[in-house]
């Protein structure tokens, strides 16, 4: 049993396109992060947001705490987008549960 | 400006090996996380502490322990190590016991087990 699901898996995107990566969960929260991990492993946070939408640059970060869903933008993607794009919940006690991952991958 | 660091980036160890692998973070923060991360599973929790000497186990704890002595350090030990702990070994922190803190990772540790 999954507690975070990302959809898709992987996801190739051309220069220039508009992206989103969806993340649903099962368990009550107080905040869902976005991370993104470059090859070589380094994990770094993008968002952390308990309502409503944040924006960082090109990035968009949406969650719907009623339906348990999240969303994730890349507007004017970039080759250095090239990630992987990991979806976290903190549940309500300490633990924060991960989902797979998000491989994307963006062609000049 | 380095906020969480691991003390080795590839490390290679034997079967039957003890293994240590340490963690420190500079952010005065209370939570402190051990992840493995496996391909098409994700990052799994091995342990936590939310205090000094304080720890939890987390959803595979199996063949780890950990130490967390200093408030700034966190210790993930292999007692045994074995193949099937080949992995990337993330440590995290978090400031509050509750709440919604952001959460600060190293670079990470790839472990191989021959």
């Known amino acids: 049993k999954n507690e975070v699901e990302q959809s898709p898996q992987n996801l190739t995107a051309q220069e220039g396109e508009f992206i989103t990566i969806n993340c649903s969960y099962s368990v009550g929260i107080s905040a869902l992060h976005w991370l993104q991990q470059h090859p070589g492993g380094g994990i770094v946070s993008l968002f952390m947001l308990s309502s409503g939408k944040k924006k960082h640059g090109r990035l968009i970060a949406t969650i719907n705490i009623q339906e348990k869903h999240s969303s994730l933008h890349i507007t004017a993607s970039h080759p250095r987008d090239s990630a992987v794009y990991i979806c976290?919940?903190?549940?309500?006690?300490?633990?924060?549960?991960f989902g797979t991952g998000t491989s994307l991958t963006v062609i000049p | 400006d380095v906020k969480v660091t691991q003390s080795s980036r590839y490390l290679v160890k034997r079967t039957g090996e003890k293994v240590f692998l340490e963690c420190v973070q500079d952010m005065d923060h209370e939570n402190m996380f051990w992840y493995r991360q496996d391909p098409g599973l994700g990052l799994r929790l091995i342990y936590f502490?939310?205090?000094?000497?304080?720890?939890e186990k987390g959803d595979i704890p199996e063949g780890y322990s950990v130490s967390r002595e200093k408030k700034e350090r966190f210790s993930l030990i292999l007692e045994s190590a074995s193949t099937n702990q080949t992995s990337m070994y993330l440590c995290?922190?978090?400031?509050?016991?509750?709440?919604?803190?952001?959460?600060?990772f190293g670079p990470g540790t790839r472990l191989t087990v021959l």
């Open positions: 502490s939310y205090d000094v000497k304080m720890k």
């Open positions: 976290a919940v903190r549940g309500t006690g300490n633990q924060f549960y």
């Open positions: 995290a922190s978090t400031l509050g016991l509750a709440g919604a803190g952001e959460q600060f």
